[in-house]
């Protein structure tokens, strides 16, 4: 769709309503209007458009659905850091805009009706819809947005503070238009940023403490709210019949359920064991070893239950082993680089995975984002100046974990760690890895919260020992997990940092310097690194998607080499089991490869399945 542009006035002002906002405006040559915001290009929707072809907008409404969570949840208040939130809580509030699941970094405005911003993208503004409403008829206004801004940066778990840092201020600029102010035009980002922000309603929150835990049902926005829980154990959304913004373009055909209910299990196998028994309707797999063999059951023999394998195109992230490098015996890279050189993936993969994964060898793996090889001339561009200051081996090595023939001999593996830990100053003394300065042991504590990683980290832990490093294995409930995390009171975590086709700010978060100290935030690793800074500085001003690319790759290289995490490994495929009870859009969003809530209750196939019959 073509964006609508405003013209510019003899004497510069551009055509504004709003006095903050006309300054602002001064030093634009265009404003940009429109109902929809891409990082690069245009939208691929026109303003009031049929629904995405990955819905169907004929999808019928009603019936109940069971999904399955595990460990236990104390809080409905999912944004400050001493909450373990219910699963699914944060959905009951709509955001100023709607993600687009088969465009790369595009939204479309949901409670705002339109978005307006500079050609330097300084600033952006939002003019909200009149019809949005919270759940008790009351409008969503311009002060609720503000409000959010504010207290989620002010109260809020750190990650807001971060990745709100550069919007200075929310303004009023007219009765449903709010103006955000940007640090400076570097992040073109931020637009997208802002429009991800969900909105808290002011008035509720003003007789109640933002920062204490709570189980009062809060007032929401969405197609769905709260209908009732039981702390711990299960908690239930019920579909909002007269939501605001049902009719919207891109909500036909979506939150198709009257009933979402969550189930909590403490325990995997037997959340998984509740799915096959018919307790709970769908399941994401994610463990190999059941997806190969624990599925030879009558209900999928019949066709009682489906299976899907769906492959998609979603950046994988890097899940890992974490490091703590706040520990002292951490701070040394070497001897982290020797402790990751002892996992052997390829006999993890062929013995517990069933050949399934992929090592992950890019924190930005399966996207173009990804790097490999040498640097390119236009990844030096952002890596020589910082020669010197990053690790060498970032200009004349690919990186590659080292990698065996899967048959559990990890002799060559051992030379090459225990090379490692004695330039770091480190010798086997009585059969323990020693420190010669000090005398102290190499033995650390891996925390766990899943129970089910304790299979691939023992093996782990017995290749450690063959090198005199010892590893304790300590598997803990997820609210105790969620707090020594929050805290860093621990040696090494399974942790997973998730990225976007279009990464930003949430860099600052996972790497940055000043997110190390901040409890809460997601810089579990404690990375304080000047030269990562200037790297997540660039990549969040880059111009254009070529210079994204490629500072991104560069930032990937240095973190690599920086040996911060263990790699784990990666699927570029949705693994998904179901009751056969529900209908799905006859095509997959690109981006979204298990769109639950595009999927419906099929009458025909329920009322079938009822009654035990067979596919």
């Known amino acids: 769709m073509a964006i609508r542009r405003r013209g510019v006035l003899a004497g510069g002002a551009a055509l504004w309503v709003g006095g903050p906002a006309i300054l602002r405006a001064q030093t634009a040559s265009k404003v940009n209007v429109s109902h929809g915001f891409a990082m690069h290009g245009a939208p691929k929707y026109a303003a009031d458009a049929g629904p995405p072809d990955y819905l169907n907008p004929d999808a019928p409404k009603g019936g109940a659905v069971r999904l399955g969570a595990r460990g236990t949840?104390?809080?409905?208040?999912?944004?400050?850091?001493?909450?373990?939130?219910?699963?699914?809580?944060?959905?009951?509030?709509?955001?100023?805009?709607?993600?687009?699941?088969?465009?790369?970094?595009?939204?479309?405005?949901?409670?705002?009706?339109?978005?307006?911003?500079?050609?330097?993208?300084?600033?952006?503004?939002?003019?909200?819809?009149?019809?949005?409403?919270?759940?008790?008829?009351?409008?969503?206004?311009?002060?609720?947005?503000?409000?959010?801004?504010?207290?989620?940066?002010?109260?809020g778990s750190p990650n807001f503070a971060f990745y709100y840092h550069d919007v200075l201020k929310a303004e009023?600029?007219?009765?449903?238009?709010?103006?955000?102010?940007?640090?400076?035009?570097?992040?073109?980002?931020?637009?997208?940023?802002?429009?991800?922000?969900?909105?808290?309603?002011?008035?509720?929150?003003?007789?109640?403490?933002?920062?204490?835990?709570?189980?009062?049902?809060?007032?929401?926005s969405s197609a769905y709210r709260v209908?009732?829980?039981?702390?711990?154990?299960s908690i239930a959304y019920?579909?909002?019949?007269?939501?605001?913004?049902?009719?919207?373009?891109?909500?036909?055909?979506?939150?198709?359920?009257?009933?979402?209910?969550?189930?909590?299990?403490?325990?995997?196998?037997?959340?998984?064991?509740?799915?096959?028994?018919?307790?709970?309707?769908?399941?994401?797999?994610?463990?190999?070893?059941?997806?190969?063999?624990?599925?030879?059951?009558?209900?999928?023999?019949?066709?009682?239950?489906?299976?899907?394998?769906i492959p998609h195109e979603l950046p994988t992230g890097m899940q890992c082993?974490?490091?703590?490098?706040?520990?002292?015996?951490?701070?040394?890279?070497?001897?982290?680089?020797?402790?990751?050189?002892?996992?052997?993936?390829?006999?993890?993969?062929?013995?517990?995975?069933?050949?399934?994964?992929?090592?992950?060898?890019?924190?930005?793996?399966?996207?173009?984002?990804?790097?490999?090889?040498?640097?390119?001339?236009?990844?030096?561009?952002?890596?020589?100046?910082?020669?010197?200051?990053?690790?060498?081996?970032?200009?004349?090595?690919?990186?590659?974990?080292?990698?065996?023939?899967?048959?559990?001999?990890?002799?060559?593996?051992?030379?090459?760690?225990?090379?490692?830990?004695?330039?770091?100053?480190?010798?086997?003394?009585?059969?323990?890895m020693t420190e010669a300065k000090t005398g102290r042991r190499l033995a650390f504590e891996m925390l766990l919260s899943d129970a089910s990683f304790e299979r691939v980290v023992l093996p782990y832990k017995q290749g450690l020992e063959r090198i005199g490093v010892d590893m304790n294995v300590r598997t803990v409930d997820t609210a105790q997990f969620k707090r020594r995390q929050d805290e860093f009171d621990f040696d090494m975590i399974v942790d997973s940092f998730g990225q976007s086709l279009s990464p930003g700010n949430e860099q600052r978060d996972f790497w940055g310097s000043k997110a190390a100290d901040s409890s809460g935030g997601r810089n579990t690793v404690g990375i304080k690194d000047a030269a990562i800074d200037n790297l997540i500085d660039t990549l969040i001003a880059a111009p254009d998607r070529e210079s994204l690319?490629?500072?991104?790759?560069?930032?990937?290289?240095?973190?690599?080499?920086?040996?911060?995490?263990?790699p784990n490994w990666h699927s570029n495929t949705a693994y998904v089991a179901y009751w056969n009870r529900f209908g799905l859009p006859a095509k997959s969003a690109r981006y979204a490869p298990v769109a639950f809530d595009t999927w419906w209750?099929?009458?025909?196939?329920?009322?079938?399945?009822?009654?035990?019959?067979?596919k």
């Open 172 to 220: 009023k600029t007219g009765e449903r238009k709010v103006l955000f102010t940007f640090r400076d035009s570097s992040n073109k980002e931020l637009p997208l940023i802002v429009g991800q922000l969900p909105i808290l309603p002011s008035k509720w929150w003003a007789s109640r403490d933002f920062e204490k835990v709570s189980l009062e049902i809060p007032l929401g």
């Open 321 to 432: 082993f974490a490091f703590n490098t706040r520990r002292d015996y951490f701070k040394d890279r070497r001897v982290r680089e020797a402790i990751a050189t002892m996992f052997d993936f390829a006999w993890t993969n062929k013995n517990l995975f069933y050949g399934m994964y992929k090592r992950n060898i890019s924190f930005f793996g399966n996207s173009e984002l990804a790097s490999s090889g040498l640097p390119t001339p236009a990844e030096l561009k952002y890596l020589e100046p910082l020669r010197g200051k990053i690790p060498d081996e970032v200009f004349t090595k690919e990186f590659k974990p080292p990698e065996l023939d899967g048959t559990g001999n990890v002799r060559e593996l051992a030379r090459r760690a225990l090379a490692l830990l004695k330039q770091a100053g480190w010798e086997i003394k009585d059969g323990k």
């Open 601 to 614: 209750i099929d009458e025909a196939k329920d009322r079938a399945l009822q009654r035990g019959e067979r």
């Open 73 to 155: 949840y104390d809080s409905l208040h999912p944004f400050i850091v001493k909450s373990v939130p219910a699963a699914g809580i944060t959905s009951i509030w709509d955001t100023l805009c709607w993600n687009s699941r088969d465009e790369a970094s595009t939204e479309y405005g949901l409670i705002a009706e339109t978005i307006e911003w500079p050609e330097d993208r300084s600033w952006v503004a939002f003019t909200l819809r009149p019809q949005a409403r919270w759940h008790d008829g009351s409008p969503i206004t311009v002060e609720d947005v503000i409000f959010t801004l504010d207290i989620l940066k002010a109260k």
């Open 238 to 309: 019920r579909r909002v019949d007269d939501w605001w913004a049902k009719d919207l373009w891109m909500n036909r055909g979506r939150n198709n359920f009257e009933v979402i209910r969550y189930e909590y299990y403490r325990d995997v196998t037997v959340q998984f064991e509740a799915f096959k028994g018919g307790d709970l309707d769908i399941r994401q797999e994610n463990i190999a070893r059941n997806w190969a063999t624990a599925y030879d059951i009558p209900p999928v023999r019949d066709g009682r239950i489906q299976r899907a394998a």
């Open 549 to 566: 690319i490629n500072v991104t790759r560069a930032l990937d290289r240095v973190l690599l080499w920086s040996h911060f995490v263990v």
């Open 227 to 233: 209908d009732a829980f039981d702390v711990g154990r």
